[in-house]
């Protein structure tokens, strides 16, 4: 049996998903015609209390564009050095939008709002001008961390003084939901955009959402031209989010538990330094020194378990839809007599 604990992105469709794109009434979407896109742009706005949604082909494409619609060349974004926006977006913040990057120093992948205003540029005009904070929820590289709320309120309260956007990467937005029990709702009343993917923890083949206040995303349809991102029919893939909404949001719980047994056992073995605390369904530990990270992901592969390196001696594991009960005893009892 194969076992995939590369990333949560690696799952198929279930049967009951197929069925429901199978299903699907569609129509061109460039026209604004396909009902199941609206249908999803609409449930995703108001889960959020926002007025406006808009569905993208990758999460890269929907934090490309909210980017894009926050800033103007020449000015700033504030984000966390382990942002996926900075380090894994193929350097489009410059490419797209011909802004930088301020990086934080933050613990996995989060900061302060004290950090946040020690950011800030002063409003010299040798300065770029920063325009927006990224945010990400829950932290990629940082290891599914979430947020504690009340330091988002903060930074929203900054933000405000001094006239910065707020932008919400919420990839695994929905683990950060499940795990913390936060309402959606919650984070639409305080950031300007928030992206979301439907292709992680959901398990849909393709999609992400934009969600953003009226005057932002009024030009959000033209930048997702710009980058080539319209779609025709694309209903068949909303349909697959549609699905994932209804049924698959409760149940990452369960990726949840599983990540923290593997933990558990992580933790108790001699040739691992650390395992970082897991909030969700990633776990990110770190080998002995004297252990090769790219020796040790070979011998799990030789057993057809699949993990990645995440650099510095460190691995990743994610749990996922498609991480079945078996896999996962099968992983606990290997791992307990390595
Ligand atoms: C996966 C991910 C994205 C978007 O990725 P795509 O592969 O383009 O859908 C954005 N931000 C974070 C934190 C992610 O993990």
Not at 50 to 57: G, N, V
Not at 150 to 158: A, G
Request: proline share 3%.
């Amino acid at each position: 049996m194969l076992i995939d604990l590369r990333s949560d992105t690696v799952t198929k469709p279930t049967k009951g998903m197929l069925e429901a794109m199978m299903h699907a009434k569609v129509g061109d979407d460039v026209f604004r015609e396909d009902e199941t896109v609206n249908k999803l742009e609409q449930r995703v706005a108001k889960m959020f209390g926002k007025p406006k949604a808009l569905f993208f082909p990758s999460g890269t494409m929907a934090n490309q564009t909210a980017l894009k619609l926050h800033t103007s060349p020449g000015e700033q974004v504030i984000c966390d050095k382990y942002a996926h926006i900075y380090n894994y977006e193929s350097g489009g913040v410059a490419f797209n939008s011909g802004a930088s990057c301020k990086l934080i120093d933050g613990n996995s992948g989060m900061f302060t709002a004290e950090q946040v205003k020690e950011a800030i540029n002063p409003g010299d005009y040798w300065y770029a001008p920063s325009s927006l904070v990224a945010v990400e929820n829950t932290t990629n590289k940082g290891g599914g961390a979430c947020w504690n709320f009340d330091e988002l309120l903060k930074i929203r309260n900054v933000c405000n003084d001094s006239y910065l956007g707020l932008h919400l990467d919420g990839a695994r937005l929905w683990n950060a939901l499940v795990a913390k029990n936060e309402p959606a709702s919650q984070y639409g009343a305080i950031f300007n955009t928030i992206s979301v993917c439907l292709s992680k923890g959901l398990g849909c083949p393709v999609g992400s959402v934009l969600v953003g206040d009226e005057d932002l995303m009024k030009n959000a349809l033209r930048i997702r031209k710009v980058f080539g991102g319209n779609m025709r029919q694309a209903g068949y893939l909303a349909a697959a989010g549609l699905y994932a909404l209804d049924n698959h949001i409760e149940r990452l719980a369960e990726d949840h538990k599983k990540a923290k047994e593997i933990g558990e056992v992580l933790s108790q073995l001699s040739i691992i330094k650390t395992v970082e605390p897991i909030e969700t369904n990633i776990v990110i530990f770190e080998l002995n020194n004297d252990i090769n990270e790219n020796v040790f992901v070979q011998k799990l592969a030789d057993k057809n378990i699949h993990i990645i390196s995440m650099g510095s001696n460190k691995l990743r594991m994610v749990t996922h839809l498609d991480y079945t009960d078996a896999m996962h005893d099968i992983i606990l009892s290997y791992l307990k007599d390595m």
